[in-house]
Every structure is written in structure tokens, then in C-alpha cells.
């Protein structure tokens, strides 16, 4: 059973608008979020974190959102460019000390046209 | 910032024989590193927790027989896979967790083929 779920594989964004990646889990175990952005035949880069005791995340052209009581978290792009064009992964992890590793979505392809 | 050393970046084999892969965290210690794996279009699956001075703990379905894991120190961990065949192609991504918090910082990862 997938524990966090990216439930759109794709999704196509004009430059300048807003890109909304989503995110679903279900463990309430979960305390810590991340999102990485993936290139073809390169490793996952960090981009962007939120601890469960907070509801938004802001750096940059990235925030991230948490919603606890609906297990669901969204990042937002924005203004999304070309250069954005990459696989989005969403990750969580349990609290330190009892699983340490993180799990993943599927993640979304997003392609951000010019 | 954090930085993990991948090494090698692809590597193509025949079937039989066995490639190893190597993590290293660069500018940190790392006492637990991960080792994933991605089919293509698929999400990056967890093989095995790699502990330093530790067997490694692995997922269900991973043979540990077929991947060995060594994490002989701080900074290094490698992943030998063993008798290769052409179903374990794949692309092997470690990852290190970073002692001062919850930062998890990937290698570049490796493309493995096999023939």
C-alpha cells in the first residue's frame, strides 16, 4: 500500500503561471516533508522541507503547504519557467529514530512551456 | 552544503559479473546511508539502510545475497551487486542523512546496465 501518493503523473504549465504539484500520505506518523526535483539519470536534488508543526513553507519561488488534517501537502511553483521542467518527487519521514528512511511518491513530470 | 560523491555514473556489465557502486559523503559523517533503486518511470524504491560498522538492514524482497552492502566507515558505503543479470539493470541511488538534522542529500546515481 502506498503511503505517499502523487496522483498526477504529468502536468503542463505555461512560463510565468503558478505550478501546483500535490501530494497525499497516509501515515500519521509522518512528522517531516520534503520535495525533490529530479532530472532524467541524475539524483534527486533537495528543494524544499516542512516540519509537521508548521503549515507552510516559503523559500524562493517555492512554498510548500501542509495540511495535516487532510494528510496532504502541495508545492507551489511560482512564476514556474522552463527551467522548472522536471520529474517532482514528495517525500516524507517518520520522526528520528523510527524510520529513518524516506518514502516516496511517484512523483510528476512537470514541463513548463515557454 | 552537504555534497554525496557517486561513483560510477554508469556502468554497463555482462551478465554474470559484478559491479560495485560507491557512496561517499564528501564534507560530513554519515552513519546511515540508503541505497534506492528506479525503474523508469517508476519511484525511487528503498533497497536496503546501509549502518556504519553495521549489517545492513534490508526491505522486503531485496536479496541481500545479491547486494551486498559495506559501510566500513563515516563516509563510505558501496553497493555490489552480484551476478548481474539483465532484470537488475536500473538506476542505484545512495543517499546519506545528515547527522545535524533531517537533510537527506542524494548521489548523482548510477545507471546499471547489464547484457
Known amino acids: 500500500d502506498q503511503q505517499v501518493k502523487q496522483n498526477s503523473p504529468s502536468l503542463s504549465v505555461q512560463e510565468g503561471r503558478i505550478s501546483i504539484l500535490n501530494c497525499d500520505y497516509t501515515n500519521s506518523m509522518f512528522d517531516y516533508f520534503l520535495w525533490y526535483k529530479k532530472y532524467p539519470a541524475e539524483g534527486p536534488t533537495f528543494l524544499i522541507s516542512?516540519?509537521?508543526?508548521?503549515d507552510k513553507n516559503e523559500d524562493g519561488r517555492f512554498t510548500v503547504f501542509l495540511n495535516k488534517s487532510a494528510k496532504h501537502l502541495s508545492l507551489h511553483i511560482v512564476p514556474s519557467q522552463p527551467g522548472d521542467s522536471a520529474v517532482y518527487f514528495c517525500?516524507?519521514?517518520?520522526?528520528?529514530?523510527?524510520?529513518?528512511?524516506?518514502?516516496f511518491g511517484k512523483g510528476t513530470k512537470l514541463s513548463v512551456k515557454p | 552544503g552537504a555534497v554525496v560523491s557517486q561513483h560510477p555514473s554508469w556502468v554497463i556489465c555482462k551478465s554474470g559479473t559484478s559491479v560495485k557502486i560507491e557512496c561517499r559523503s564528501l564534507d560530513f559523517q554519515a552513519t546511515t546511508m540508503f541505497w534506492y533503486r528506479q525503474f523508469p518511470k517508476q519511484s525511487l524504491m528503498l533497497m536496503a539502510t546501509s549502518n556504519e560498522g553495521s549489517k545492513a538492514t534490508y526491505e522486503q524482497g531485496v536479496e541481500k545475497d545479491k547486494f551486498l552492502i559495506n559501510h566500513a566507515s563515516l563516509t563510505l558505503s558501496t553497493l555490489t551487486v552480484t551476478s548481474a543479470h539483465p532484470e537488475d539493470s536500473s538506476f542505484y541511488i545512495c543517499?546519506?542523512?545528515?547527522?545535524?538534522?533531517?537533510?537527506?542529500?542524494f548521489g548523482s546515481g548510477t545507471r546499471l546496465t547489464v547484457v
Open positions: 543517499s546519506a542523512r545528515d547527522l545535524r538534522g533531517r537533510g537527506y542529500t
Open positions: 516542512i516540519s509537521s508543526i508548521k
Open positions: 517525500a516524507a519521514s517518520a520522526p528520528w529514530g523510527s524510520q529513518g528512511n524516506l518514502i
